[in-house]
Structure formats: C-alpha cells, structure tokens
C-alpha cells in the first residue's frame, strides 16, 4: 500500500501546481509570438502568392533559348576614342552526356550540395547563411538553380536594383520551384545543370563550360578533363573577372635560367599555387574528396586529390586582343557585369546580346601621357640601348639622365591610375609598363594588373590615415606633442626613422610631413591596430584578407593594398573625408543611342570630418 505524504511533503507540490505571476507572464508571452508567427506566416504566404502571380514574371521554359552575344564597344570619354571591341563571344552548347561526371560533381560540391534532392532552393543554406550574416560573415546561399534564375529568369531591373534585393530573393525562390516543376525528376535536373553549365560566364570572353575548357586548356573534349581542371573550373563562375586564369597567369621558362636572362625556349602560362583561384580549386577537390561525389562515386582514390591539389595549372597560349588601355579595358568588362547584372552576378541576358555602346571615364590623352612616363621609368632604364628605346616612345634627345640613374636600381615593372577625386572617375589606368610586350620575365609580368590586382605594401603612403584615425577621434591634434626617440614597443620591436636620427619632441603635422617612423607606431598604439585597420576600408582601401595579423606595425604600412584603392582613399582625404569610389563608365547604350542603365554621379559617404581630413 502507499501511505499518504505528510502535509509537510505535500505543501510544495501543491504550491509549485498554482499557476504563478511569472507562468502567466510567459504564457502571454508565447501567445503574443504564437501570434505574431502566424500574421508573419500568413503575410509570406500573401506575398509569396502574389509574387508568383506576377505576369511579368518569364516562363521557365524560356530557360531552353540561350542568347547570342552582338559585338560592343568601349570609347574613351570624348566618346570619340574607340579603345575596344568585345563580343565575339567564345560558346559552344553542350549536351549532359558531353560533360564529365567529375565536372558535375565540383560544380555541385562547391555551389549546392543537395542540388540533386532539393527542389529549386535549399531553406537550411539560406537560414544558415542568415545566422552568419548575424555574426558579420555575410555570404551566398543560392543554390544552383537560383542562380541560373538569376541569370536567365528574372527581370533585368529587378535583378540590377539593390533597393529592390528582398523582392528579387523571393522572386527567386519562386522561379526556382518552377523551374524545378517545369523541368521534374532527376531528367529534369540533368538540364538544369547542363543549361547551367552552358549559360556560365568563364571570363575572357568564354560562355559556357565547353568554351572555357579550350579558351584556357586547349581542351576540345570535355571528357578529357583532368580532376584538377576539372575543380578549377568549377570554381570561375563565383568571379570570372577576378578569377581568369589568363589574366592571374605569370609567364615562366620551361628551363632554369638566370633571373633576368631571356628564356631560350617558348615560355608557358602559369598560374601561381598561390594565388586565390588555385586555393578555391583546392577548396573544392577538399569538399569533393570529403565525399561530395554523386555522380563519380569512388572513382578517385585520396592519392588522386593529393595529385591534383598539387597539379600545375598550365594555360595554353593566348591570341592577345589590341585593345588601347587594355588593363582598364578589363575594369570596364568588369563593372560593366557589375552594373547590368547586379553584384556578384556575373552575366546576364543584357549583357550577353551586346550591342552595347559604352562610354568610359578614361581620358585618351592623359592614358598615353601616363604610358610613357611608366615606360621611362620602367622599360627604358633597363632597355639594351636606352636612348633608342626613350626615343621610340617620344623622347627626341633619348634617355634622360634620371632615367639612366634608374638602370640596375631593380625596378622591373611600373603602373600608374589617375582619379578625378570630385567624382570618382578613373581617368588613366596603366596596369603594367607594357601590356603588349613580346616576352615577360619573372620579374616583368607584363599582362598583370597591378593597379586593380596587384596587392602591394603602401609603406609610408599609409601614414596619413593612421593620424586622420587619431585626429578624427579626438585623441590627438596636428599641434600634439610626441616623442620621436626610440622605444621598444614589445616583443623586441623597436623601429627606426629612416635616417636613424632621433629628434625628440615633434608635433604630429612635423612627424607627418617629415615621414617619421616611432611617431607613426606611437600613434598605432594609441588607435589600436584593428581600428586603423577598419577606419583605413572606410576610406576606400580593400585589403588582402579579413583581418589584420600586422600589429603596430600597420603604422608604417606593411598591410598589403592594391593601388587603386589607395588612391581612392586619397580622393576621400582630397573629397574632405567623403567617400566617393571609384568608377570606369559614364554611359551604356544600345546602338539606337537608348541608355541600358541610368548612371548617377555617387553621392558619396561621410567617412571623416572635414577638419580631420
């Protein structure tokens, strides 16, 4: 038998049974979020089916008429200058029993791993993505499908319109379904990929897989594609501009020769192991080896992964274009997709019918001022016969004499960008001394750009902005006392002036102008390096990678930037602490002389106060 619990035992029970102030006040809780999650739910579901109803949304089975691009071309702006045409486009449509099972696989392995079970979009990638947008790491969650939308299936203006991002989500996750609902079962999925595959911009001018296979390997058959050409590949479509590999290649020997000896046979494109795109390559054979191989199964062992990660990306040789400014040529290609297809969109229908006349910001006649300057400064001190080559660039009496001082001074290359600072507009761009040089060394690479992907040490350049950091923040004045006298700053750091003199106490504007060394690294520690770090973006610098691991350091510009980001940050020192960016067009056109997009002149962003700047 059970015995009754005294009342003693039996009190709490009973007290915890009544419902309390604070039970009351979370069920009241519950229900007002129970509530709310309905009227959010219904007011989706509204939307959604509105969204979905809208007659101007295209017919997925319009995904079957692929686009074919007309030529277009780029002036300079006088409009009168043409500096390029494009067009020509390199495409040739494939058939999914023509694309090999690994090139499915990386596609699918790095851009949408359940594209084979997912029914146009992928709800836990999106939610994930949203958590880390939350934590500061903003990124992607579309799937395959959804992209191939937004290249093909939705409106031009919505997708170009950066106001209108929440509506062309939704929309986007609409087409998708009904693409997946066109086009059912896993046939169904079988074109989607191929149409995919077909549809993908590949940089330098390749559309489609097929094209980009010959364009870069000289590979015809799609079938004999390596396993690390095959991930290389895979991984362009996220940034063709960014990635192609024709533009990211260095020229090397076949054979070891001296540093700066002439090679004696063909030189061969390489891409350095280095560089990002050859790590997104590897980034993908990893998640391919970690088993996201649907179609491939275990036909790769682990020795093959290992192979190809450490596998030469070889280019074949390339038929340059002669294209006048041809560095800011490629700058203009780029914002061009930037501009008609939306961010991070890499090609559209706009784009690819062509016809397009474009209006660039450059200035013909300062672009080949600015070319012959680098060359005198570059290609002339270390020509065999200085004189001859000064005077084939326009120097009547030859080689000036500060440019036979510049001979054996190991200057290899030079590049030079010219902003107007009120607008934005780049007005001369040359990416390297001579983009048109018959050979390239190891030292002259002479189709790399190294005004917009060249990642180089500001050095003392950067200083102004560490003090602006300072002054801007109140925590020093252009009449603050430091002491130039030698310190060590942790960790056996102890920096130098340049001369290696010490003057004592110096006020910031004398530290500043005279470019001193210990000011500069005691006012980073009174900043703080990641402020600096996070003020200098502000300002228009990108910097190579998210963080800075430079330490006091960064005072004395070691934290690597491209040129013409710092560049632009100047304009915004120039602009009075107003950001504007930087900019390559005026205009777009089709050929009946209708604008394409509507450019407005940058309304720019306060990034310090006029004083402070």
């Given at each position: 038998m059970h015995e009754t619990p005294p009342a003693a035992l039996r009190q709490p029970y009973l007290e915890r049974s009544q419902p309390s102030t604070a039970g009351l006040i979370a069920l009241v809780i519950w229900i007002l979020f129970a509530a709310l999650a309905m009227v959010l739910a219904t007011g989706t579901v509204m939307a959604f089916s509105k969204l979905a109803s809208d007659p101007n949304l295209p017919n997925p089975r319009d995904l079957e008429k692929l686009g074919f691009q007309e030529e277009s071309i780029i002036y300079d702006r006088t409009g009168k200058v043409e500096l390029a045409r494009f067009g020509q486009t390199k495409r040739s449509v494939v058939t999914f029993d023509q694309i090999p099972a690994v090139a499915i696989d990386a596609q699918t392995a790095i851009e949408d791993k359940t594209f084979w079970e997912n029914s146009g979009f992928d709800p836990v990638a999106i939610i994930s993505a949203a958590v880390d947008s939350l934590r500061g790491r903003a990124r992607g969650a579309s799937t395959i499908t959804q992209q191939l939308v937004r290249q093909r299936l939705l409106e031009p203006e919505l997708v170009q319109d950066p106001s209108r991002q929440a509506e062309r989500k939704l929309k986007e996750i609409i087409q998708s379904i009904r693409l997946t609902e066109a086009f059912p079962g896993i046939e169904g999925k079988k074109q989607i990929i191929t149409a995919y595959l077909n549809q993908n911009y590949y940089g330098n001018q390749a559309y489609g897989i097929k094209a980009a296979a010959q364009v870069y390997f000289g590979v015809t058959d799609l079938q004999k594609l390596t396993l690390a050409q095959a991930a290389i590949l895979a991984g362009l479509p996220k940034s063709p501009s960014n990635y192609d590999l024709v533009l990211n290649a260095v020229e090397e020997c076949p054979v070891a020769i001296a540093e700066d000896a002439e090679c004696p046979q063909p030189t061969k494109l390489v891409v350095p192991q280095d560089s990002e795109v050859v790590q997104r390559r590897n980034q993908i054979l990893g998640l391919m080896e970690d088993g996201r191989m649907t179609l491939s199964g275990n036909r790769y062992s682990q020795a093959d992964f290992e192979a190809a990660k450490k596998e030469e990306v070889v280019v074949t040789p390339q038929t340059t274009p002669q294209w006048k400014a041809p560095h800011f040529v490629w700058a203009v290609q780029k914002e061009l997709a930037t501009r008609l297809c939306g961010e991070g969109v890499p090609t559209c229908n706009v784009l690819e019918s062509g016809g397009l006349r474009i209006t660039s910001t450059l200035d013909w006649k300062l672009q080949q001022i600015g070319e012959k300057w680098v060359q005198a400064a570059a290609i002339v001190p270390n020509?065999?016969?200085?004189?001859?080559?000064?005077?084939?660039?326009?120097?009547?009496?030859?080689?000036?004499?500060?440019?036979?001082?510049?001979?054996?001074?190991?200057?290899?290359?030079?590049?030079?960008?010219?902003?107007?600072?009120?607008?934005?507009?780049?007005?001369?761009?040359?990416?390297?001394?001579?983009?048109?040089?018959?050979?390239?060394?190891?030292?002259?690479?002479?189709?790399?750009?190294?005004?917009?992907?060249?990642?180089r040490q500001p050095g003392s350049a950067f200083k102004p902005?560490?003090?602006?950091?300072?002054?801007?923040?109140?925590?020093?004045?252009?009449?603050?006392?430091?002491?130039?006298?030698?310190?060590?700053?942790?960790?056996?750091?102890?920096?130098?002036?340049?001369?290696?003199?010490?003057?004592?106490?110096?006020?910031?504007?004398?530290?500043?102008?005279?470019?001193?060394?210990?000011?500069?690294?005691?006012?980073?520690?009174?900043?703080?390096?990641?402020?600096?770090?996070?003020?200098?973006?502000?300002?228009?610098?990108?910097?190579?990678?998210?963080?800075?691991?430079?330490?006091?350091?960064?005072?004395?510009?070691?934290?690597?930037?491209?040129?013409?980001?710092?560049?632009t940050a100047y304009g915004t020192l120039a602009n009075g602490g107003t950001y504007i960016g930087h900019a390559t067009i005026l205009t777009i056109k089709i050929t009946s002389g209708q604008p394409v997009a509507t450019i407005d002149p940058p309304a720019g962003t306060k990034a310090a106060s006029p004083q402070a700047a």
């Amino acid at each position: 038998m059970h015995e009754t619990p005294p009342a003693a035992l039996r009190q709490p029970y009973l007290e915890r049974s009544q419902p309390s102030t604070a039970g009351l006040i979370a069920l009241v809780i519950w229900i007002l979020f129970a509530a709310l999650a309905m009227v959010l739910a219904t007011g989706t579901v509204m939307a959604f089916s509105k969204l979905a109803s809208d007659p101007n949304l295209p017919n997925p089975r319009d995904l079957e008429k692929l686009g074919f691009q007309e030529e277009s071309i780029i002036y300079d702006r006088t409009g009168k200058v043409e500096l390029a045409r494009f067009g020509q486009t390199k495409r040739s449509v494939v058939t999914f029993d023509q694309i090999p099972a690994v090139a499915i696989d990386a596609q699918t392995a790095i851009e949408d791993k359940t594209f084979w079970e997912n029914s146009g979009f992928d709800p836990v990638a999106i939610i994930s993505a949203a958590v880390d947008s939350l934590r500061g790491r903003a990124r992607g969650a579309s799937t395959i499908t959804q992209q191939l939308v937004r290249q093909r299936l939705l409106e031009p203006e919505l997708v170009q319109d950066p106001s209108r991002q929440a509506e062309r989500k939704l929309k986007e996750i609409i087409q998708s379904i009904r693409l997946t609902e066109a086009f059912p079962g896993i046939e169904g999925k079988k074109q989607i990929i191929t149409a995919y595959l077909n549809q993908n911009y590949y940089g330098n001018q390749a559309y489609g897989i097929k094209a980009a296979a010959q364009v870069y390997f000289g590979v015809t058959d799609l079938q004999k594609l390596t396993l690390a050409q095959a991930a290389i590949l895979a991984g362009l479509p996220k940034s063709p501009s960014n990635y192609d590999l024709v533009l990211n290649a260095v020229e090397e020997c076949p054979v070891a020769i001296a540093e700066d000896a002439e090679c004696p046979q063909p030189t061969k494109l390489v891409v350095p192991q280095d560089s990002e795109v050859v790590q997104r390559r590897n980034q993908i054979l990893g998640l391919m080896e970690d088993g996201r191989m649907t179609l491939s199964g275990n036909r790769y062992s682990q020795a093959d992964f290992e192979a190809a990660k450490k596998e030469e990306v070889v280019v074949t040789p390339q038929t340059t274009p002669q294209w006048k400014a041809p560095h800011f040529v490629w700058a203009v290609q780029k914002e061009l997709a930037t501009r008609l297809c939306g961010e991070g969109v890499p090609t559209c229908n706009v784009l690819e019918s062509g016809g397009l006349r474009i209006t660039s910001t450059l200035d013909w006649k300062l672009q080949q001022i600015g070319e012959k300057w680098v060359q005198a400064a570059a290609i002339v001190p270390n020509a065999k016969n200085p004189d001859t080559a000064a005077k084939a660039i326009g120097f009547k009496n030859g080689a000036q004499p500060w440019m036979k001082n510049l001979r054996g001074r190991q200057i290899r290359n030079g590049a030079l960008v010219a902003l107007d600072y009120q607008t934005g507009e780049l007005v001369a761009y040359v990416g390297s001394a001579n983009y048109y040089a018959a050979k390239s060394t190891a030292k002259f690479q002479a189709k790399y750009d190294v005004v917009g992907s060249g990642y180089r040490q500001p050095g003392s350049a950067f200083k102004p902005f560490n003090y602006l950091t300072a002054i801007d923040a109140g925590r020093l004045r252009a009449s603050t006392m430091l002491m130039d006298s030698g310190v060590d700053f942790g960790g056996k750091y102890t920096p130098a002036d340049a001369d290696n003199l010490e003057r004592g106490p110096v006020r910031v504007r004398t530290a500043l102008q005279f470019s001193l060394n210990i000011p500069s690294v005691k006012t980073m520690q009174i900043n703080g390096p990641d402020e600096v770090f996070q003020r200098a973006q502000d300002f228009g610098m990108r910097f190579k990678g998210e963080t800075t691991q430079a330490g006091l350091a960064l005072a004395l510009g070691v934290q690597e930037v491209r040129p013409i980001d710092l560049v632009t940050a100047y304009g915004t020192l120039a602009n009075g602490g107003t950001y504007i960016g930087h900019a390559t067009i005026l205009t777009i056109k089709i050929t009946s002389g209708q604008p394409v997009a509507t450019i407005d002149p940058p309304a720019g962003t306060k990034a310090a106060s006029p004083q402070a700047a």
